[in-house]
T-cell receptor, first 111, second 115 residues
Framework: EDQVTQSPEALRLQEGESSSLNCSYTVSGLRGLFWYRQDPGKGPEFLFTLYSAGEEKEKERLKATLTKKESFLHITAPKPEDSATYLCAVAGGTSYGKLTFGQGTILTVHP | ETGVTQSPTHLIKTRGQQVTLRCSSQSGHNTVSWYQQALGQGPQFIFQYYREEENGRGNFPPRFSGLQFPNYSSELNVNALELDDSALYLC??????????????FGSGTRLTVV
């Protein structure tokens, strides 16, 4: 069964203080690893899909990387508006269409 | 019209009752998935519909059922509600059978409380 574990559960940063979020995964036949952002009271918002080890994608202050066992979401010089829950999910195995999510990392950026 | 729309936004039901949640997919999307998100947890996959056929299901009992209509809107039905069914129910749509390149577009969800 696919499994996704995210760490830390919560992260508090000062504005401009760069850091990384971790996503460890176990999956049989990875078809894609996703990063989503979720604001309170809203549904997840798509950020990236990574397909194979060594791949990297960037969007504004966010950069996602992928290895065979984990993915990192690097946040460079964060701003208060980056505060949200960041979710990692995998699509793999024979469960077509199913995303397996981690529990998320709650990021708070203080001005 | 863009985005995924879900209704109602909030709902309170009594244990044992039945509930129907509705979702309008993003324009151009022919795949819809439903997820259950408990407080403080990540979403859990319930099932997916592609061109009106269920083509994937998670570990949820048969009292969770769904429909996708020709206009790609969708319903989630839950029978014999239990207290543990209290959660945020999310609908997500994509084009093609799996939203890999562009991800799934999620709605804001329906908050269901079972008392």
């Amino acid at each position: 069964e696919d499994q996704v574990t995210q760490s830390p559960e919560a992260l508090r940063l000062q504005e401009g203080e760069s850091s990384s979020l971790n996503c460890s995964y176990t999956v049989s036949g990875l078809r894609g690893l996703f990063w989503y952002r979720q604001d309170p009271g809203k549904g997840p918002e798509f950020l990236f899909t990574l397909y194979s080890a060594g791949e990297e994608k960037e969007k504004e202050r966010l950069k996602a990387t992928l290895t065979k066992k984990e993915s990192f979401l690097h946040i460079t010089a964060p701003k208060p508006e980056d505060s949200a829950t960041y979710l990692c999910a995998v699509a793999g195995g024979t469960s077509y269409g199913k995303l397996t999510f981690g529990q998320g990392t709650i990021l708070t950026v203080h001005p | 019209e863009t985005g995924v729309t879900q209704s109602p936004t909030h709902l309170i039901k009594t244990r044992g009752q039945q509930v129907t949640l509705r979702c309008s997919s993003q324009s151009g999307h022919n795949t819809v998935s439903w997820y259950q998100q408990a407080l403080g947890q990540g979403p859990q996959f319930i099932f997916q519909y592609y061109r009106e056929e269920e083509n994937g299901r998670g570990n949820f009992p048969p009292r969770f059922s769904g429909l996708q209509f020709p206009n790609y809107s969708s319903e989630l039905n839950v029978n014999a509600l239990e207290l543990d069914d209290s959660a945020l129910y999310l609908c997500a749509s994509s084009s093609g059978q799996e939203g890999l390149d562009y991800g799934y577009t999620f709605g804001s969800g329906t908050r269901l409380t079972v008392v």
